[in-house]
């Protein structure tokens, strides 16, 4: 059974950094490109960064390019999220999400997603 | 505002059949980017309930099809049951944006 389990949430100030951590178990890590979709409190699902199975050109939301590190520990079976120079429109809870596809990244889904975890950008 | 337009809800009685439409544009669903679909009920994950356009992954019941044509697309459930009641969002890839878009959602209410 595929399995991603979510951590590293909290309150941060604007400003601050956090790291989540998403570990993955159940299928061939490998095999699979990974992703972080996060969820406004309220509010609607939104892309944030993706990576491929080797750990090669991450792609990233233009909403988080240039704060956010996408990042994957093979070995480890671990995917990481780095977020900087956070804002408060960054509250949300996220979410890793394995990537459902072969052929182009522009045809995947989200087949299996974390339980997520809450991230609070308050001063 | 989403790059795709999905109704805030729809309703229906038990048994009944509701549609969900997407409606988006030349730079995703009318390029010829694949549609897919999820449902998310209160306080849980999303979860995978179309991919493909119309693919149900294994466990989804087939009460629940999709489908897409030009720049839209519509998610149709037959034989509404309580447990239903949720929100779908459908999500394609965007040329312009150079990523992955959502639709708000739209909320499903059983009647």
């Known amino acids: 059974e595929v399995q991603l389990l979510d951590s590293g949430g909290g309150l941060v100030q604007p400003g601050g950094s956090l790291r989540l951590s998403c570990a993955a178990s159940?299928?061939?890590?490998?095999?699979?490109?990974m992703s972080w979709v996060r969820q406004a409190p309220g509010k609607g699902l939104e892309w944030v960064s993706g990576?491929?199975?080797?750990?090669?050109?991450?792609w990233y939301a233009d909403s988080v390019k240039g704060r956010f590190t996408v990042s994957r520990d093979n070995s480890k079976k671990m995917v990481y999220l780095q977020m900087n120079s956070l804002r408060v429109e960054d509250t949300a809870v996220y979410y890793c999400?394995?990537?459902?596809?072969?052929?182009?990244?522009?045809?995947?889904?989200?087949?299996?997603w974390g339980q997520g975890t809450l991230v609070t950008v308050s001063s | 505002q989403s790059v795709l337009t999905q109704p805030p809800s729809v309703s229906g009685a038990p048994g009944q059949r509701v549609t969900i439409s997407c409606t988006g544009s030349?730079?995703?669903?009318?390029?010829?980017?694949?549609v897919h679909w999820y449902q998310q009920h209160p306080g849980a994950a999303p979860k995978l309930l179309i991919y493909?356009?119309?693919n149900r992954p294994s466990g989804v019941p087939d009460r629940f099809s999709g489908s897409k044509s030009g720049t839209s697309a519509s998610l149709a459930i037959t034989g509404l049951q309580a447990e239903d009641e949720a929100d779908y969002y459908c999500?394609?890839?965007?040329?312009?944006?150079?990523?992955?878009?959502f639709g708000a959602g739209t909320k499903v209410t059983v009647l």
């Open positions: 159940g299928f061939t890590f490998t095999n699979n490109a």
């Open positions: 999400a394995r990537f459902r596809g072969s052929g182009s990244y522009k045809a995947y889904s989200f087949d299996s």
């Open positions: 030349s730079s995703n669903i009318g390029a010829g980017y694949d």
């Open positions: 999500q394609s890839y965007d040329s312009s944006l150079n990523g992955y878009v």
């Open positions: 990576i491929f199975g080797g750990g090669d050109s991450p």
């Open positions: 493909g356009n119309s």
